[in-house]
């Protein structure tokens, strides 16, 4: 950025402070923006051969760059296949140039859910990388970190996962050997007196990048979900923010981030709670997580840990970033295993408010919460706020994944069970039909295996005696409620099962009831068959 100089024009100089005034800010995306549009604006400009010229090369990467940091993937996608053709044009296809346009290509790929072709071209430059240019230089490294991340996200897991592992073992023993020995150069170097300022840097960045691959490390260990892998995780995670902490400070996003990596490995390994997907948020059931028993001094460790997290990311990122409510939801199954239910809902409020406001009230990470929400609430004995939960969980997965969808049911399941507790029997029996008619869709000839489904006929059953109580009086809905568990019992379970001659009985009460003794006289014959 030019400082002003005499005779420039006023509104060129304001136009290029706007990026220096955002830059002090917190996350710097507005500089990053003002860059991009910049980029772009030049490269429009550009004659064809100053754009293949090194130069423009140079720049066409730096904006692809910048467009991939801002998930703009199909405009950075063709930027980043302009550079790599280009190389391959002039420089071959084994040069170390060519082959780390061909990695931040494959890359950016991967980001943008592309996997297959990420996984292809990744491969293919990995190939190269080692023939050409050695298993320890850096390129070979970088294509080998973006196959360890490539590898968590797709294909057979149990292959992919021990590939994974070798691959994030050969960076971090290659990076931490070349640490070691330019640690060793720098210090003969002191010790006879020389200045070093390049030295340094290239120090200070080695050691950066060695802890990255620490991190990536880690990161494949968690996945493992083994007690000794998290243990493992749990060692390489403390010095990666501990370097970090003398490397770049403790406000420093990649510091904070990983303190909450640290958090959560912890809280993991100390507790054997249901592992979390790092930078994700906790399953559906909280109710599975076990009461706190032992590695106390872990789970304190956890506990500080996240908290500071949670601090320094609510004054870098702000209170609504998904890392942040990531950490807020992670506190949350802390208080849990602590038996702290209290104030396990109360951090949950709070990440469920601002991921409606950042993710939007639909997306997963929010009805993953809402559900978790439901359950907590309803241990407090907030009947009100856990059918609010799980009514928006509900209406949410229903518009995003369809009735067809298991965890669509298991929200309608504990809806209906919710607005029974409270009374709401008509509505809990609306509920319980449209259950049944999911799940038989969803399991077909295997429903009758199914414990929900079972359950769900019991249920009705259950609501129908409730409607047909004198108080009520709702005896016709009654009747249609127990003769649509009839109709999936034999379907799913077979006439003479115990379960739908109980069902059979039900009808034959309420038809008798009613005083309609004709209708109900085939039933009674089955039953006096049936039970011999």
Known sequence: ??????????????????????????????????????????????????????????????????????????????????????????????????????????????????????????????????????????????????????????????????????????????????????????????????????????????????????????????????????????????????????????????????????????????????????????????????????????????????????ACQREILGPHHPSTLGTLNNLATLYHATGDVTAACEHLNAAAEGLRKELGAEHQHTLAVLGNIGVLEEKLGNLEASEAAWRECFTGRRAKLGMGNSKTLTALHNLARICRARGKLVEAAECNVEMLEGMLALLGDGAGQNGTTVGCISALLELSHELADESVGKIEMAERLVCTALAAARKCLGDRDDRTITCMKGVVVLLRRQGKDGEAAPLVEEIRLLEG
């Open 1 to 310: 950025l030019h400082a002003r100089r005499p005779g420039d024009d006023p509104r060129r100089h304001r136009a290029q402070r706007r990026p220096q005034q955002a830059q002090r800010g917190h996350d710097g995306e507005e500089l990053r923006r003002w860059l991009a549009a910049s980029g772009r604006a030049v490269l429009q400009r550009m004659a064809e051969e100053e754009r293949q010229a090194p130069q423009g090369l140079e720049l066409v990467r730096h904006v692809a760059d910048l467009l991939d940091s801002q998930a703009s993937y199909d405009e950075a996608e063709t930027l980043y296949r302009e550079v790599l053709a280009a190389r391959e044009r002039t420089l071959g296809k084994t040069d170390a140039k060519t082959l780390g346009a061909a990695q931040s290509l494959g890359a950016s790929l991967m980001r943008a859910g592309k996997l297959g072709e990420a996984t292809e071209l990744l491969r293919q430059c990995l190939a190269r990388c080692s023939t050409h240019l050695g298993e320890q230089h850096s390129g070979t490294l970088a294509v080998k970190s973006s196959l360890v991340d490539l590898l968590g996200q797709g294909g057979d897991q149990s292959a992919a996962s021990d590939e994974a592992m070798r691959l994030a073992r050969e960076v971090v023993d290659v990076r931490r050997t070349k640490h070691s020995e330019l640690v060793a150069q720098r210090d003969e170097l002191v010790a006879q007196g020389a200045s070093m300022p390049s030295f340094e840097a290239e120090l200070s960045e080695l050691n950066l990048t060695t802890l990255e691959a620490m991190n990536s490390l880690a990161t494949v260990l968690e996945k493992r979900e083994e007690p000794a892998s998290y243990a493992e995780a749990v060692g390489l995670l403390r010095e990666v923010v501990a370097g970090h902490r003398q490397a770049l400070g403790d406000r420093h996003p990649k510091t904070v981030t990983c303190m909450a990596n640290l958090g959560n490995a912890l809280m993991v390994c100390a507790e054997q709670l249901e592992p979390l997907t790092r930078g994700r948020f906790c399953p559906d059931h909280l109710t599975s997580m076990p009461a706190c028993t032992q590695s106390t001094g872990a789970l304190e460790e956890a506990f500080r840990v996240s908290k500071e997290a949670l």
